[in-house]
Nanobody, 124 residues
Framework: QFQLVESGGGLVQTGGSLRLSCVASGFTLVDYAIAWFRQAPGKRREGVSCISSGDPRTYYYDSVKGRFTISRDNAKNTVYLQMNSLKPEDTAVYYC?????????????????WGQGTQVTVSS
């Protein structure tokens, strides 16, 4: 079965950095575009970033532009999210998911595969 597992979350101070990992099992990640989403308590899930399966092209939502970097290591079947200059408003559970890439973001459908999420907490 296809599976994605996120890791790398934790507690950091404002201005700190974390690197999240999304590791695929049961399929070759190079064939898929991958998106990062996040959800804070009481808030709707929102997009963070996504990366295409090929080129790779990348897309960043406005809230993280200039601070976060998405990348992939096909040999390790892994997509990363490097998060710098973290703010308290970045506090959320972060999820990776398969998607279809476009230059205006990534689309997610009901057949896509989600990870279990990893908690990121940024203290002020």
């Amino acid at each position: 079965q296809f599976q994605l597992v996120e890791s790398g979350g934790g507690l950091v101070q404002t201005g700190g950095s974390l690197r999240l990992s999304c590791v695929a099992s049961g399929f070759t990640l190079v064939d898929y575009a991958i998106a990062w989403f996040r959800q804070a308590p009481g808030k709707r899930r929102e997009g963070v970033s996504c990366i295409s399966s090929g080129d790779p092209r990348t897309y960043y939502y406005d809230s993280v532009k200039g601070r976060f970097t998405i990348s992939r290591d096909n040999a390790k079947n892994t997509v990363y999210l490097q998060m710098n200059s973290l703010k308290p408003e970045d506090t959320a559970v972060y999820y990776c998911v398969t998607c279809r890439y476009s230059d205006t973001g990534c689309s997610v459908e009901n057949y896509d595969f989600w990870g279990q999420g990893t908690q990121v907490t940024v203290s002020s």
